[in-house]
């Protein structure tokens, strides 16, 4: 059976390294380095309120799906730079290492999808690229579309 996109929301894979900060995160937000401003242009103009935000480890980690959620908007630590009001710190986050994540994606019904061992292996190194079956970045990837409307009749979410 070949499914579509039949919501009206985007679906955007985004890499998480090896997925342990992911898994460790105490708040529903992942953290993204903001690279000269191309990563925050490329959210602020493509990922709206709703989207379908996909979390995936790299291929030396398994190449696979471990999160899914609905993306709610994007802060930056920069413009927060004498009070912190919508972002943490990596600490706070329960996240290691020194890293500027600077950019936190905020989103909220976050399924587990690790055990399903969804592949979403990709070549490239855009950290968030919009899923469209015929990318060519997405080398082996399964149907997200077909995964998304499984989690929404069957799964439960965390937040």
């Not at 929301?9 to 380095?33: C, E, M, Q, T, Y």
Request: net charge positive; hydrophobic share 30%; aromatic share 16%.
């Amino acid at each position: 059976m070949n499914y579509k996109n039949n919501i009206q929301k985007n679906h955007f894979i985004i890499r998480v390294a090896d997925g342990n900060n992911f898994k460790n995160s105490v708040h529903p937000f992942w953290g993204l380095k903001n690279n000269f401003n191309r990563t925050k242009g490329y959210i602020l103009n493509n990922i709206k309120h709703g989207d379908i935000l996909w979390f995936c480890t790299n291929k030396k980690n398994g190449g696979k799906a471990i999160g899914m959620a609905e993306y709610n908007i994007l802060y930056d630590r920069d413009d927060e730079p004498l009070i912190q009001i919508n972002t943490y710190s990596n600490k706070e986050q329960g996240w290691e290492g020194a890293d500027d994540w600077s950019l936190q994606m905020h989103y909220q019904k976050l399924y587990n999808t690790e055990k399903q061992d969804i592949k979403v292996i990709l070549s490239g190194p855009m950290p968030v690229i919009e899923y469209k079956p015929d990318n060519k970045n997405q080398i082996n990837v399964d149907n997200l579309y077909k995964h998304y409307n499984g989690f929404q009749f069957y799964g439960v979410y965390k937040y």
